[in-house]
């Protein structure tokens, strides 16, 4: 089966992510991405009935389609580019497979009879901002761009602000000095 147009853009997006330890002058808007991606799973987690799902962890794509994936040449690239890399934790790599698996069901008729907003924007822009992601050595918590931080499961995101995703906006939040 040959891939979308959307697989297609999204690897492309991936594979072209700068994997440098970062980009600090950018955590602000990093983070507020990264709860605009947990505020989605809360809705995706609560419309799916599906309580016990991890933001992280959980395979959202599979879940909703699950006979559908990205295609293999695909899923074999990105995951060969990230291990070669190296600056990638397996966190990572599993949520980079979920956005890519996402693209190959995101314009089908299921995902779009939900009526929300697509789960991996906000987390795809997030590294594209230079965020990074990786489990710290306490149960349940994360360091998310030098931040620790719990993450849950998805259900407990539904009180976090909504982010309008908005390029200018997401610099501004970079500009403001920050307590």
Not at 11 to 34: H, K, M, T, V, Y
Not at 75 to 86: E, I, K, V
Not at 160 to 178: G, R, T
């Amino acid at each position: 089966m040959a891939a979308g147009k959307l697989e297609t853009r999204t690897l492309n997006r991936i594979l072209s992510l700068e994997w440098q330890g970062g980009d600090p002058s950018r955590q602000q808007s990093q983070l507020a991405l990264f709860n605009e991606f947990l505020r989605r799973c809360a809705l995706w987690s609560e419309a799916l009935n599906w309580p016990t799902a991890h933001p992280i962890a959980s395979d959202y794509p599979g879940h909703i389609v699950p006979d559908v994936r990205a295609t293999p040449v695909n899923a074999t690239l990105m995951q060969q580019t990230l291990r070669t890399l190296g600056k990638t934790s397996v966190y990572e790599r599993m949520l980079l497979t979920h956005i890519l698996n996402w693209s190959a069901i995101a314009e089908s008729a299921t995902v779009h009879s939900y009526g929300l907003p697509d789960l991996y924007e906000p987390v795809l822009l997030f590294y594209e901002r230079g965020g990074w992601l990786n489990k710290s050595s306490q149960e349940s918590e994360w360091e998310i761009s030098g931040v620790v931080d719990r993450i849950d499961r998805s259900s407990t995101y539904h009180d976090l602000p909504s982010l309008e995703i908005d390029e200018a906006l997401l610099d501004e939040l970079d500009a403001a000095p920050h307590v």
